[in-house]
């Protein structure tokens, strides 16, 4: 069977599914799920987010210009899913899903504890598109739990059950590992497999 | 062990990695690996693609505005990261990699027709930001391979071994599905887990 031709869509897979804090400056403590999140430069190391006016942690974000963005295991899956779903309009969600308010070193917003790794953001600037307002935002700071690092002091959430992925609607872990960056022009065949 | 504070840097994972083709208008046919990829609005479906400016597709998105962006199977892997270590400068990376440039219903840059799902891409505005440039573009069409949907319609790659995610400089593809959005609020506990 051939190629089928759809309108335009948001189908991009995988993406990543955070927990963005938002708080500080008068605002109380709040998070919203984000999956329209992304890396956009190297160096400065930023990122962008896009949020709809209409969400209740909108008026913080542009007031603040300050967040965190929680990469959760996805053995969080669930509490991200539920503060997807709620507004915190309505409950507490740092309250309601046992989840607890970490300092930034460099932002008023709160981070997540039980997150293992958490990227301080600081807005640079707000562009307005559609349905949706971006973020685009420097990390200026990243806080990871020390049990995930390596002897060798590098991050490796992979063998604790991976970080969460998000795709068409759907909410994955991540699986076997493939390789690493040009595992493909190695001399030794076959790149290392590891689950 | 508590948190240990880093410098900011791009550690939000996972990610996609993606295959962007450019071409037409005078520009031969050429693929670039992108992980700094995101999607950015849902009404109008707008994604970031960033791109240093020495990279030789470089003036091929600022002339032609086009771009397909080609999601790849996790079995991909290998031609994926191979477009990412070479450059279209010494390279025929279609030719090399045995792959097939699909015409675009709206757009002259080729799509990848092994790839399940193609995103046809016009840029609206590039945004220069440090060592990356940020194209930001409207996905004008979809383009999929039919053998991946479901009876109901439904594009459903994650039945196939899955898309490519990209988590800390490794390949993984997506494992366990853990739910969908909403799950955590369906009044039958337990979301239902699908391999």
């Given at each position: 069977m051939g190629k089928l031709i759809w309108p335009g869509?948001?189908?991009?897979?995988?993406?990543p599914a955070v927990l963005v804090g938002t708080g500080g400056n008068g605002f109380a403590n709040n998070l919203i799920t984000v999956a329209w999140v992304g890396i956009v430069c190297s160096d400065p190391a930023m990122l962008s987010i896009s949020v709809r006016?209409?969400?209740?942690?909108y008026k913080a974000l542009v007031e603040t210009k300050e967040f965190s963005v929680n990469v959760p295991l996805a053995s969080q899956a669930a509490s991200v899913d539920w503060c997807g779903v709620k507004s915190g309009r309505d409950v507490d969600k740092f309250a309601q899903q046992h989840l607890t308010a970490l300092a930034g070193s460099q932002i008023e917003a709160p981070l997540v504890a039980e997150c293992p790794l958490n990227l301080e953001c600081k807005v640079k600037e707000i562009i307005h598109l559609g349905s949706h307002d971006m973020f685009l935002a420097e990390i200026v700071a990243v806080q990871v739990?020390?049990?995930?690092?390596?002897?060798?002091?590098r991050l490796d959430l992979?063998?604790?059950?991976?970080v969460l992925g998000y795709a068409h609607g759907h909410y994955f872990d991540l699986g076997k590992c493939i390789g690493h960056f040009g595992f493909s022009v190695r001399?030794?065949?076959g790149a290392k497999i590891r689950k």
């Open positions: 869509s948001t189908q991009l897979a995988p993406l006016p209409e969400r209740f942690s739990s020390g049990e995930f690092l390596t002897e060798s002091g992979e063998r604790c059950g991976g001399k030794k065949p």
